[in-house]
């Protein structure tokens, strides 16, 4: 799937971001969880959203996406897994899937919560962030899944369908991974099981676990005005930029970061007429 942008997040940030890449005539993509796993979602009142008193965090949501879709945006439901640059294009792992799109806007929000010691080290060698992406590799052998979103249950019943032998850790606070070459045991809350796979299914990646040459400081995307990070043709709105984490303000930045993806793909279609 090739467009001219992708949008990574469907908050405030990445619908105002794909409204405006619509607005400048340019194709564009935004992958995303579903709705019920976005925070605004669990809001009961927004109260500062011009225009909108009192709406609910789910009527300002729908309302958005109204919006985006009623635009011409497409969209995929799905976690960005990873992400690189070849050529002037970038090609971005969505589960199973892989697109791809002349620039990228990032608005998937805060990454919540510290590595888990053994995650990083094991990463690729037991430990996993998709369990429809990986499973196979794990048919009868015994895993374990952290679950951190309403998806994280159903991947974790794909992999007891293929025959994996799953142990569920509901939304653990603290967790060590063990092993040698490879995974051998998971250890959440002070109980330990037996796995030679975990996989950790968290609602969004750190940005740098994404596009690890990212300039980030204190966890937060550095941008300028254009919305622009140092990567050539990523861009970033919203939460991920750094506070204040308010609705008006991702929206506020979607819409230049939209702008200004838009301008960078037509550069490049130009330059390569």
Request: hydrophobic share 40%; with cysteine.
């Amino acid at each position: 799937m090739s467009y001219d942008v992708l949008v990574i997040g469907g908050g405030p940030a990445g619908l105002s971001a794909a409204v405006n890449v619509r607005a400048r005539g340019r194709s564009v993509l935004v992958v995303s969880n579903s709705d019920t796993e976005n925070p605004l979602y669990r809001a009961e009142r927004v109260d500062n959203y011009p225009g909108l008193p009192g709406v609910t965090g789910p009527e300002l949501l729908e309302a958005l996406h109204r919006h985006a879709e009623a635009a011409g945006a497409s969209f995929l439901e799905g976690r960005a897994l990873s992400a690189m640059r070849m050529g002037e294009t970038w090609y971005v792992s969505v589960g199973s899937d892989m697109v791809d799109a002349l620039s990228v806007v990032l608005a998937a929000g805060v990454s919540r919560g510290k590595k888990f010691p053994g995650e990083a080290a094991f990463l690729g060698r037991g430990v996993s962030y998709c369990a429809t992406c990986d499973g196979m590799l794990y048919r009868g052998r015994p895993v374990a899944v952290l679950g951190y979103s309403e998806s994280a249950r159903r991947e974790g019943e794909f992999l007891r369908e293929i025959g994996c032998a799953v142990t569920y850790f509901d939304r653990p606070k603290q967790c060590t991974i063990t092993g040698g070459d490879r995974v051998e045991s998971v250890t959440c809350d002070g109980v330990t099981v037996p796995a030679e796979g975990v996989f950790i299914l968290r609602p969004t990646l750190a940005p740098t676990d994404l596009f690890p040459e990212l300039t980030v400081e204190n966890g937060h995307v550095i941008v300028d005005r254009r919305m622009a990070t140092n990567l050539p043709g990523l861009f970033a709105a919203g939460d991920c930029t750094g506070g204040p984490l308010q609705a008006v303000k991702a929206a506020g930045e979607g819409l230049v970061a939209g702008q200004s993806a838009a301008a960078y793909a037509a550069e490049v279609l130009r330059a390569q007429k």
